[in-house]
């Protein structure tokens, strides 16, 4: 992080207000896309098992989910954590 421009003021309270929510619509992105992988991800290893496709390409498809999931859930417990001032750990 850069060093604010303003350290008193009214423009102080706006510069750190205005970092926060660049931030958190940057994560918020990020985890949006996340989820969106994982719901595509579930949906391509569904079909894999319909067509019984070669059992390589079930078990890729089954770790991806796997990391994808463990992403989302650390993902929320940051933001919980973020949110509460607690910490919480899987």
Not at 18 to 25: A, I, N, Q, R
């Amino acid at each position: 992080m850069s060093k604010p421009f303003f350290s008193v003021g009214p423009f102080s309270k706006v510069e750190e207000r205005l970092e926060d929510f660049g931030s958190s619509m940057y994560l918020q992105k990020l985890y949006n896309e996340t989820v969106q992988e994982l719901v595509e991800t579930q949906n391509a290893y569904e079909k894999a098992i319909k067509i019984d496709d070669t059992d390589e390409l079930v078990k890729s498809l089954e770790s991806q989910i796997k990391f994808l999931e463990n992403v989302v859930a650390l993902a929320n417990n940051n933001m919980t954590s973020f949110m509460t001032d607690k910490i919480y750990y899987d």
